[in-house]
């Protein structure tokens, strides 16, 4: 699965856009970008997914870019509950290779 | 709520021992993950089994097995236990269609803490 960066750390202001940004340069065509995030020491969450189009779910909203080298997961509305790790992760989904591989993540912060 | 079950969700238990972990996966799917969770490690994936058979392989110890059943529930067995095994151990599922099919999101359960003394 390619590699993927993301900022250690963020923090956003409660009831603003919060916006998650994932390098993944060396994304292959048949990798879909999958965002999770983990409260506290809870089960890792699925947020959303994607392959080249953006998508909106009734969590958040994924934007990649027109050469899939970059995505911005965007919460639009923040709450504290928002406060965990952010993981963006590429993967294929081909057999025998549909594990997840976690990287070390983007802890987002929410601010009163 | 993932629909993903796990138990026990806390235990507490000796070095030397060995412990069961239980995983009921979503309705429907068919694949099995475990994932280990420590301080210093983050999220390892340990293995992962397909209706029955063992799919995929991470960085489980010789120590630590797992086996998916006929009703597809999972045990992973984790035995000859030391302080370093002590960590949260997360199960997940998925339908995994194959292909290249976009849809086999995995769904996580709330892990199970062991705290090995």
């Known amino acids: 699965d390619a590699k993927t960066t993301q900022p250690p750390s963020m923090d956003c202001a409660e009831g603003r856009a919060a916006n998650l940004p994932c390098n993944h340069s060396?994304?292959?065509?048949?990798?879909?970008v999958y965002w999770y995030r983990q409260i506290h020491s809870q089960g890792p969450q699925y947020i959303i997914h994607g392959l080249k189009n953006n998508e909106t779910n009734e969590m958040a909203s994924l934007i990649i870019t027109e050469d899939r080298k970059s995505s911005t997961l965007i919460l639009p509305h923040a709450t504290l509950r928002d406060t965990a790790v952010y993981y963006c992760i590429v993967r294929v989904t081909n057999f025998g290779n549909e594990k997840l591989t976690f990287g070390t993540g983007t802890r987002l912060t929410i601010i009163p | 709520d993932s629909g993903v079950t796990q138990t026990p969700k806390h235990l507490i238990t000796a070095t030397g021992q060995r412990v069961t972990l239980r995983c009921s996966p979503r309705s429907g799917d068919l694949s099995v993950y475990w994932y280990q969770q420590s301080l210093d490690q983050g999220l390892q994936f340990l293995i992962q089994?397909?209706?029955?058979?063992?799919?995929a392989k991470g960085n489980i110890l010789e120590r630590f097995s797992a086996q998916q059943f006929p009703d597809l529930h999972s045990e992973l067995n984790l035995s000859s236990l030391e302080l370093g095994d002590s960590a949260l151990y997360f199960c997940?599922?998925?339908?995994?269609?194959?292909?290249?099919?976009?849809?086999?999101?995995?769904?996580f359960g709330e892990g199970s803490w062991l705290t090995v003394v």
């Open positions: 997940a599922s998925s339908v995994t269609r194959g292909g290249t099919d976009s849809g086999n999101t995995i769904y």
């Open positions: 089994y397909y209706n029955g058979e063992e799919r």
């Open positions: 060396t994304i292959s065509g048949n990798e879909y």
